[in-house]
């Protein structure tokens, strides 16, 4: 990792903030382009040493290979829509802390970084400068030329940087400000599931208890149903009991007959 690289890299860490950086995921690629076991190396040492990601997968980072394959990015794109939803440290000292963004910690590093480039640039050309006027007391002509040429330069290095600062702050601006404006609509939206949802539960409610009204009024329709069959057939049983008390006391026929020739 180069120098420029890491300076980017600790701009990343300070836009992030401590607290999401368990929502980075590094995803290494070109597996297929070397050995399995080199690039397991190259993987270690990139998790495990200070000056590469071991600080941020200390405060819960991942590290996930990419085999240029959709099953690769799918894993990837898992781990993504599984992690909860942190607000960056940029965020919050913009929007809640008020800061502008040049006092913020992402932007006070790249601040830095370029100040120490601009001082680079100075020290060369006033280097530059001593060795023209060195060569102009030699009367080295052609080497005086040369020098005024990488002199201005310089000069114009040292421009275009204080140009790209600016124009930096200015995009991070604006890209922050669209980024507020799409958190601002996806609250928005947010809020509107939330009340569909309990509208919802509403609805799902007012089903639930008019279905166990409906259970409530069929058991008792059927408990009702269930006494009239047991009290109806109380009641036959008590008539065929009747029946056949009364058939006990009525003789048979022929013995009514016999009794009355007897007499």
């Known amino acids: 990792m180069g120098g420029t690289s890491k300076r980017n890299f600790k701009t990343f860490r300070e836009l992030c903030g401590e607290s999401s950086l368990k929502n980075v ?6 597996w297929s382009e070397v050995n399995p076991k080199i690039g397991e190396a190259r993987e270690s040492e990139l998790a495990s040493r200070d000056e590469f990601f071991k600080p941020i997968i200390e405060k819960g980072a991942r590290m996930l290979r990419y085999y240029g394959t959709l099953e690769s990015a799918h894993t990837t794109l898992r781990h993504l829509l599984n992690s909860r939803s942190v607000p960056l440290a940029i965020q919050q000292e913009i929007v809640d802390e008020q800061k502008p963004i040049e006092t913020t910690a992402a932007g006070s590093e790249l601040r830095r970084a370029l100040n120490e480039q601009a001082d680079r640039n100075k020290e060369e050309i006033r280097n ?3 060795e023209m006027e060195a060569a102009m007391r ?3 002509e052609e080497r005086r030329g040369e020098l005024q040429r990488t002199i201005e330069k310089k000069q114009q290095e040292c421009e275009r940087l204080e140009q790209n600062s600016r124009r930096m702050a200015a995009e991070f601006a604006a890209e922050l400000a669209r980024l507020e404006a799409r958190i601002a609509q996806m609250d928005d939206e947010h809020q509107k599931q939330l009340q569909a949802l309990e509208g919802l539960q509403g609805d799902v409610a007012t089903v639930q208890i008019e279905t166990r009204k409906q ?3 069929a058991a008792a329709k059927k408990v ?6 047991r009290i109806i057939e109380q009641q036959r ?14 003789p048979p026929p022929a013995e009514q007959s016999s009794k009355s020739g007897n007499g």
């Open 215 to 217: 259970e409530d009024a």
């Open 128 to 130: 530059l400068r001593a």
């Open 25 to 30: 995921i590094i995803v290494t690629s070109m």
């Open 224 to 229: 009702e149903e269930n006494t009239q069959s």
């Open 237 to 250: 049983l008590a008539e065929q009991c009747e029946e056949e008390e009364q058939r006990k006391l009525v």
């Open 138 to 140: 030699a009367k080295h």
